[in-house]
């Protein structure tokens, strides 16, 4: 595994811009399977989870063609199977997307369970739950979800937790289910209708995306579409915090700052100053941070994938926060690493308090997901010398040319890549 070397101190300034959003690509790119006509998507981010799906795309016989580093064109008229490779498969949780879009191209798709990852349990039920409704039979034998239905009935269906993967999962494949589904207490995150926009782009007949009733009408074709992935608001709250821990002050291009309310307002709250402007927001941090209380929640709440850079850098505020964490079982791998960087973390159940003031030192520490790794690099640049992050390849999997867009601002951060765990 790779290994990131951090050298702390540096103030980020200066401006970077944002990446297409990871938690609409990867539902969109199993989107186009729906389609018999020809795709063309822009803004996708060039990362490791959307290099997966591409590769998992062709491997079913989707023709593709990329377009630079952010395009590709597919054309999925051609489809070998509904049987996506488990060595592929399992790299990535999204890869359930395939689920709800090889039920609405072919009624059936044998997927394997997805993998948990370090948040603690990732249950599927509610995805089930929805499939069922519509009337898919459901088989888990050997690892593998099997699923078929000659022809999918639309359902009125309530889901119990408000989730993200549920909701596009169902949107996927009720969207060529017969009739009308109606989903209750659906989540409402940008990338929800992000996916949205991109299934009426096809043909679809979505509408309520952003709320928590979504009405779908099933139709029988799904044809060509242009698409442009909308911009990734937890990689831009990733670098507006890491500018508001290093005293800094930059500003995100190509983002849409209401997808950033909660995190802009937080920010505030710490005595950091953000403007905002119609695609780009500036934040500078002068004096001494202000400690503040965060509760996770969907959104529009404050994000839980910003919920471990938010407790990096309030380590860095004089005084006590308390961080909740409401969406996600078990999302505190990080405050291990923080503390081993000198951080004062008390963690019960749900809740971490964060006595902040003290300056971190860097330490030896190791990534447990994406987030998780993001927060011990800005960590890394707040703290006294040298930090090194193992398992780098975590951070890969959502933040595209990470290192390269923190030396654009300033920051002393380097890679130090393993082949066959020899340091080249
Ligand atoms: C999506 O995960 C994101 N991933 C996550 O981002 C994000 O943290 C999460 O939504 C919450 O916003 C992608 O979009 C690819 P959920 P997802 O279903 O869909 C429970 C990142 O770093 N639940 O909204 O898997 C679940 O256990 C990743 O980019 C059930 O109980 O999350 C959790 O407690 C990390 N049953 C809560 O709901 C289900 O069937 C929210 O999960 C599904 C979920």
Redesign the pocket.
Same mark, same amino acid.
Not at 123 to 129: A, G, R, S, T
Not at 159 to 165: E, P, R, T
């Given at each position: 595994m790779d290994t990131i070397v951090i050298g702390g101190g540096n103030k980020l300034h200066g401006k970077v811009r944002i990446s297409g959003a990871?938690? *609409?690509a990867? *539902?969109i790119l199993p989107a186009a399977l729906m389609s018999t006509g020809k795709i063309s998507l822009s803004n996708l981010p060039d990362i490791n989870?959307v290099r997966t799906l591409i590769a998992i795309l062709e491997n079913l016989g989707v023709a593709i063609r990329r377009r630079g580093r952010n395009a590709v064109e597919l054309n999925p008229s051609r489809l070998r199977g509904y049987s996506p490779p488990y060595e592929l498969v399992k790299k990535?949780? *999204?890869s359930?997307?395939l689920m709800g879009s090889l039920l609405a191209r072919f009624g059936r798709a044998e997927v394997p369970i997805p993998g948990g990852?370090d948040?603690?349990?990732?249950? /599927?039920?509610?995805?089930?739950?929805g499939f069922a409704a519509l009337g898919v039979d459901i088989e888990i034998e050997h690892g593998l979800i099997k699923l078929a239905v000659a022809k999918m009935r639309g359902a009125h269906i309530y889901?119990?937790?408000?989730?993200?993967?549920? $909701? /596009?999962n169902l949107m996927l494949a009720a969207a060529a289910a017969e009739g009308r589904t109606v989903l209750e207490n659906a989540?409402k995150?940008p990338?929800i209708v992000d996916v949205a926009n991109f299934l009426n782009a096809m043909g679809a007949s979505i509408k309520g995306a952003g709320t928590d009733v979504i009405r779908i009408d099933g139709v029988s074709q799904f044809g060509s579409a242009e698409h442009m992935v909308i911009p990734d608001r /937890?990689e831009a709250g990733t670098y507006m915090m890491a500018a508001a821990a290093t005293g800094g002050e930059i500003v995100v291009e190509d983002v849409i700052p209401k997808h950033l309310e909660a995190v802009t307002a937080k920010l505030r709250e710490m005595g950091v100053t953000v403007d905002v402007e119609p695609e780009r927001i500036w934040v500078k941090r002068t004096d001494h941070l202000l400690p503040s209380d965060i509760k996770t929640f969907?959104?529009p709440g404050f994000? $839980?994938?910003l919920q471990p850079l938010s407790m990096a850098l309030l380590t860095a505020a004089e005084g006590t926060s308390i961080i909740t964490e409401n969406?996600?079982?078990g999302?505190f791998r990080h405050v291990d690493e923080l503390k081993r960087m000198g951080a004062q973390i008390k963690v019960e159940g749900r809740t971490a308090v964060v006595e902040g003031g003290q300056p971190l030192s860097a330490a030896p520490v190791a990534a447990t997901?994406?987030?998780a790794g993001a927060a011990l690099v800005v960590a890394g640049l707040m703290a006294r010398g040298e930090t090194v992050l193992s398992e780098a390849e975590h951070i890969d999997?959502?933040y595209e040319q990470f290192e390269e867009k923190l030396r654009g601002l300033g920051a002393s951060i380097k890679r130090v890549r393993s082949r066959g765990g020899i340091m080249v």
């Open positions: 990871k938690n *609409a990867v *539902a989870d990535m949780r *999204a359930y997307y990852c948040l603690g349990p990732r249950p /599927i039920d509610q995805h089930l739950k889901l119990d937790v408000v989730s993200v993967g549920a $909701t /596009i989540a995150e990338e /937890i969907p959104y994000p $839980t994938d969406v996600f079982d999302r997901d994406l987030r999997r959502g």
